[in-house]
């Protein structure tokens, strides 16, 4: 028969019979990247819940908003701003050009490519979602303060920019 595993010294002064429920993922606690995975599901997962009325998805909201700050980019230059591979891209703006929230025009100087444009229904809408995802932000991170929640912002930028 195995031993029973020990509890930490902090616990074991707990009276007889105590239940005590250590998570089952507690071995990852001190991992950075494990901590930073489960706060991006959270996050993912209240934006996913509130762009699904709009029949979108996170994907998809980024690269709507990285077409309206850069009007007419390239395929290739969208995967690399969404860090995706540049065949993703594809069924992604299918997807936009099958609902008229995006375009593709050829480029005159080279007739292969195309630059990716917003419709007029694609920038309204756009609008709406950002302070869908605003709000969606607030709500995931409810738990801390304006300053934290600035802090923490700050942090993550630092590490993902170096």
């Known amino acids: 028969m195995a031993k029973p595993a020990t509890l930490p010294d902090t616990q074991e002064a707990l009276p007889a019979g105590t239940d005590v429920q250590v998570p089952l993922d507690a071995a990852l606690d001190d991992l950075i990247g494990y901590a930073m995975r489960r706060a991006q599901l959270k996050l993912f997962q209240t934006l996913i819940n509130q762009l699904s009325s709009h029949d979108l998805r996170p994907a998809q909201f980024s690269a ?14 969208l995967a690399r701003a969404l860090s995706i591979e540049p065949p993703q891209v594809v069924p ?37 979602l950002k302070q ?5 932000d607030i709500d995931a991170t409810s738990a801390l303060d304006p300053a934290e929640r600035e802090e923490l912002l700050r942090l993550l930028k630092k590490v993902y920019q170096d």
Do not use: H
Not at 132 to 136: D, T
């Open 64 to 77: 709507m908003a990285i077409i309206d700050q850069n009007p007419g980019l390239m395929q290739a230059d």
């Open 92 to 128: 992604l703006l299918n997807k936009l050009e099958s609902r008229a929230l995006a375009v593709r025009v050829r480029c005159k100087p080279d007739k292969r490519s195309y630059g990716i444009f917003l419709s007029k229904t694609g920038e309204a809408l756009l609008k709406e």
């Open 132 to 136: 869908i995802a605003a709000q969606s």
